[in-house]
């Protein structure tokens, strides 16, 4: 199971959607993680809990993408989360 730490928050900011730490996260964070809509849709999900073929399936139930395309942007979009230690 894949979950975003208790400790970061998903706020929108000028029509942008940011990623920012609260807490004791925030003294080893440096800035913030910006996302488009698909990746506020993933984190969303996360910070429920999911695993990464619902991740994939949100991702072609709601844009037009293919399965490939999909498991791609959902690897890189874990990577990025894990290098920052958003989850758990």
């Not at 996260?25 to 506020?40: A, Y």
């Given at each position: 199971m894949l979950k975003v730490k208790e400790g970061f928050v998903l706020r929108t900011v000028a029509k942008q959607h940011v990623v920012?730490?609260?807490?004791?996260?925030?003294?080893?964070?440096?800035?913030?993680?910006?996302?488009?809509?698909?990746?506020?849709?993933?984190?969303?999900?996360?910070?429920?809990?999911?695993?990464?073929?619902?991740?994939i399936k949100k991702l072609t139930d709601t844009y037009d993408v293919d399965p490939a395309r999909a498991k791609d942007d959902v690897d890189a979009f874990l990577t990025t989360l894990k290098e920052k230690n958003v989850l758990t």
């Open positions: 920012v730490p609260t807490g004791e996260d925030s003294v080893n964070f440096n800035g913030v993680i910006t996302l488009n809509d698909s990746g506020k849709a993933l984190f969303e999900m996360l910070k429920e809990g999911t695993d990464e073929a619902s991740l």
